[in-house]
């Protein structure tokens, strides 16, 4: 099983590169946000490789980092997302912001990327939301500033108002906008409030 390359980088395309290792050429499917940061042509380059074996086919992904090839082995965990599907994802969106789309459930976020319809963005959500790891340290910079301002209750708003496809800002002020307008802090009455503002 290969699960790492290192070698001279023979060709490169957009979502592909052939990578020269002791005289064997490998040709290998990659990301298109990892083209940019593959060096030039003669230079050496290191893949980490997740190896995809079927009857009738052998194909090599490749990924600049470990942690790329570890959300893409999340993504082909989820029923209906093959490779070809979890290396568009990647390509449609940086890993990270992958990961918050998919933390936040931003069902509206994943469908954008192609072949992903609804169902199959809400299933990577509904799989994955645990499993993605943990915010990076911006995000939890972030969040944790933002946490300070808002009561249990209203967060409880701003999380169902993401799941809903908000995003995380438009729901804080949405939510900021319906408790001052709500004589009521029960979570129906500022939830049913921040809905109608978030939209």
Known sequence: MISHL????LEKHPNQVTIDVHGVGYEVTIPVSAYSSLPEQGAVVRLHIYMHVREDILALFGFLTKEDKALFEKLIGVSGIGPKLAITALSGLTSEDLRAAIRSGA???LVRIPGVGKKTAERMVLELRDKVGPASHAEAA????SKGLFSS??????SALMNFGASRAAAEAAVTKARSASESNEFDDLFRRALKLVR
Not at 6 to 9: E, I, P, Q, S, Y
Not at 153 to 158: L, T, W, Y
């Open 6 to 9: 290192r070698g001279t980088l």
């Open 107 to 109: 069902v509206e976020q």
């Open 142 to 145: 972030a969040a944790g500033a």
């Open 153 to 158: 209750i209203e967060e409880d708003v701003i």
